[in-house]
């Protein structure tokens, strides 16, 4: 049974120890591991900009959702830095209207040939035509025209470069970071600006409110507007000082994406996929170019690379030993090799580079027996004197059990100081539980899976339990 190591942090949090525990390997077990605006008015393209091929609606509207995710936090971010990060919320607008006109006009006149090139020219004449009508840009209103008209590309030609759009996206990764917003809205603001999820999908994700969602991100822009956040790159020693913030909200990003606070699903692969995209994106760029950017990138790889071998085709949990490890995605974990190979630069070591070592273990084991838990375990050592986590102590309690018994393992479990910090964390029970069924004592293996499906949240993780829990109930003698 696996616990889950959650972002850098101080003492772990009682009541939400997965902030404390990434999902870094399946040890011993898996459970360690848009609403678019309907008012809007047709907009037409050029015969040359159409395909002559007219798509199916549905086909219409999974291009749109696919642009969605991939265009629109571009395009915020580039129209956010064109009108002031103070007026994000108007550049959302924009950018949502355009994703509307294209599933109005699309159906009827065909997909362009290059569909972001169109979603990009539409935004920006809706951008020029807020600019043109609202007062609140008057003085600025010439210079903010002459920056969106000064090139005039082809037809189906991209408005904005590449390289213009991964700059302002990594600037809005540093302001949805910024120290000044509450670290519960970090997250939620990146999902919503850089990775285009709506405010629904946002609280789904955390099993909470739309109301409650809005209100973060209402307050995440008011402290923008109000601490006049720059929209900027830091450089210098405030870049050290924020990479590092900017880092840990990634890192927090990808973990509710592999292991979900609750809900219906266990694994959440967009978020994941997201995490793994703004990484990437901080990783090529020279200010996150750095061993700890590639260290946190190879370990999203890695484990992000298993993911459809933790759970079955209905949903339910796999154990490490019962995974197919012929679905583990080997492009996937190429990657994620070459990025741990770039984070060994220099001398800095960290928890990611610690983690992501972890990682590579398991992603080098041709089958469960083959696993180097003894450097799994050294590796575990150096990661408790970064962080004495009692959450990374269960972790490393259950390598010892890999690699000494389950009795050792048990040990090592009463040994982890501040131990009564997990009492209302599930996984600490099941951990036991494993541990009392491997010794043959179905009566305490059962107590402790009982009282970890009572703590469990996620419906995959207690359907799970409720089968160990009848497993040992079955064994217990009359």
Same mark, same amino acid.
């Given at each position: 049974?696996?616990?889950?190591?959650?972002?850098?942090?101080?003492?772990?949090?009682? %009541?939400?120890?997965?902030? !404390?525990?990434?999902?870094?390997?399946?040890?011993? =077990?898996?459970?360690?591991?848009?609403?678019?605006?309907?008012?809007?008015?047709? @907009?037409?393209? =050029?015969?040359?900009?159409?395909?002559?091929? +007219?798509?199916?609606?549905?086909?219409?509207?999974?291009?749109?959702?696919?642009? *969605?995710?991939?265009?629109?936090?571009?395009?915020? #971010?580039?129209?956010?830095?064109?009108?002031?990060? +103070?007026?994000?919320?108007?550049?959302? !607008?924009?950018?949502?209207?355009?994703?509307?006109?294209?599933?109005?006009?699309?159906?009827?006149?065909?997909?362009?040939?290059?569909?972001?090139?169109?979603?990009?020219?539409?935004?920006?004449?809706?951008?020029?035509?807020?600019?043109?009508?609202?007062?609140? *840009?008057?003085? %600025?209103?010439?210079?903010?025209?002459?920056?969106?008209?000064?090139?005039?590309?082809?037809?189906?030609? #991209?408005? *904005?470069?590449?390289?213009?759009?991964?700059?302002?996206?990594?600037?809005?990764?540093?302001?949805?970071?910024?120290?000044?917003?509450?670290?519960?809205?970090?997250?939620?603001?990146?999902?919503?600006?850089?990775?285009?999820?709506?405010?629904?999908?946002?609280?789904?994700?955390?099993?909470?409110?739309?109301?409650?969602?809005?209100?973060?991100?209402?307050?995440?822009?008011? %402290?923008?507007?109000?601490?006049?956040?720059?929209? +900027?790159?830091?450089?210098?020693?405030?870049?050290?000082?924020?990479?590092?913030?900017?880092?840990? =909200?990634?890192? &927090?990003?990808?973990?509710?994406?592999?292991?979900?606070?609750?809900?219906?699903?266990?694994?959440?692969?967009?978020?994941?996929?997201?995490?793994?995209?703004?990484?990437?994106?901080?990783?090529?760029? #020279?200010?996150?170019?750095?061993?700890?950017?590639?260290?946190?990138?190879?370990?999203?790889?890695?484990?992000?690379?298993?993911?459809?071998?933790?759970?079955?085709? +209905?949903?339910?949990?796999?154990? &490490? %030993?019962?995974?197919?490890?012929?679905?583990?995605?080997?492009?996937?974990?190429?990657?994620?090799? *070459?990025?741990?190979?770039?984070?060994?630069?220099?001398?800095?070591?960290?928890? @990611?580079?610690?983690?992501?070592?972890?990682?590579?273990?398991?992603?080098?084991?041709?089958? @469960?027996?083959?696993?180097?838990?003894?450097?799994?375990?050294?590796?575990?050592?150096?990661?408790?004197?970064?962080?004495?986590?009692?959450?990374?102590?269960?972790?490393?309690?259950?390598?010892?059990?890999?690699?000494?018994?389950?009795?050792?393992?048990?040990?090592?479990?009463?040994?982890?100081?501040?131990?009564?910090?997990?009492? =209302?964390?599930?996984?600490? @029970?099941?951990?036991?539980?494993?541990?009392?069924?491997?010794?043959? !004592?179905?009566?305490?293996? #059962?107590?402790?899976?009982?009282?970890?499906?009572?703590?469990?949240?996620?419906?995959?993780?207690?359907?799970?339990?409720?089968?160990?829990?009848?497993?040992?109930?079955?064994?217990?003698?009359?």
């Amino acid at each position: 049974m696996q616990c889950e190591r959650a972002a850098p942090s101080g003492s772990p949090n009682p %009541k939400n120890l997965k902030i !404390d525990s990434i999902r870094v390997a399946s040890l011993f =077990s898996p459970l360690l591991p848009v609403p678019l605006k309907s008012q809007a008015q047709e @907009y037409r393209v =050029s015969e040359s900009e159409l395909n002559s091929n +007219e798509p199916p609606p549905g086909e219409v509207s999974q291009v749109v959702e696919h642009l *969605f995710r991939h265009e629109a936090g571009k395009l915020v #971010a580039t129209l956010a830095g064109i009108f002031g990060i +103070e007026h994000l919320s108007l550049a959302e !607008d924009v950018v949502q209207e355009a994703l509307v006109r294209a599933l109005q006009t699309w159906p009827f006149h065909g997909v362009p040939k290059n569909p972001s090139a169109w979603i990009m020219r539409v935004s920006r004449n809706l951008a020029l035509d807020v600019v043109r009508r609202e007062k609140v *840009f008057r003085d %600025k209103e010439t210079e903010i025209i002459r920056l969106m008209e000064q090139q005039s590309p082809a037809a189906d030609a #991209a408005v *904005f470069s590449e390289p213009d759009l991964a700059d302002d996206r990594l600037r809005m990764m540093f302001v949805c970071c910024h120290p000044l917003i509450p670290a519960e809205a970090q997250v939620a603001l990146a999902l919503k600006t850089l990775c285009g999820f709506s405010v629904a999908e946002i609280s789904r994700a955390f099993l909470t409110t739309d109301a409650a969602i809005a209100k973060r991100l209402t307050r995440a822009k008011q %402290k923008i507007r109000e601490a006049r956040i720059p929209f +900027e790159i830091p450089a210098g020693e405030e870049l050290a000082r924020r990479l590092d913030g900017v880092l840990q =909200s990634l890192y &927090l990003l990808f973990n509710e994406g592999y292991k979900a606070s609750s809900g219906e699903k266990l694994v959440r692969e967009e978020i994941c996929d997201e995490a793994i995209r703004l990484t990437g994106l901080l990783a090529e760029h #020279a200010a996150g170019n750095q061993p700890k950017t590639h260290a946190l990138l190879a370990l999203m790889l890695l484990n992000g690379a298993r993911l459809p071998s933790r759970v079955d085709g +209905e949903g339910n949990l796999l154990h &490490l %030993k019962e995974q197919d490890r012929t679905r583990w995605d080997q492009p996937m974990i190429a990657r994620g090799m *070459f990025h741990f190979a770039q984070s060994a630069a220099g001398e800095e070591l960290t928890e @990611y580079h610690l983690e992501a070592g972890i990682a590579a273990c398991h992603c080098a084991a041709k089958d @469960y027996e083959s696993t180097d838990w003894r450097q799994i375990l050294s590796l575990y050592d150096r990661l408790v004197e970064f962080d004495d986590s009692p959450v990374i102590a269960l972790n490393r309690a259950i390598v010892v059990a890999n690699i000494h018994g389950p009795a050792a393992g048990r040990e090592a479990v009463a040994a982890i100081q501040g131990r009564e910090k997990l009492d =209302s964390y599930y996984l600490l @029970y099941a951990v036991l539980g494993e541990f009392e069924a491997q010794l043959n !004592d179905p009566l305490a293996a #059962a107590g402790y899976f009982r009282r970890s499906l009572q703590l469990a949240e996620t419906k995959s993780e207690q359907l799970f339990l409720s089968k160990r829990f009848r497993a040992c109930e079955d064994q217990i003698p009359a």
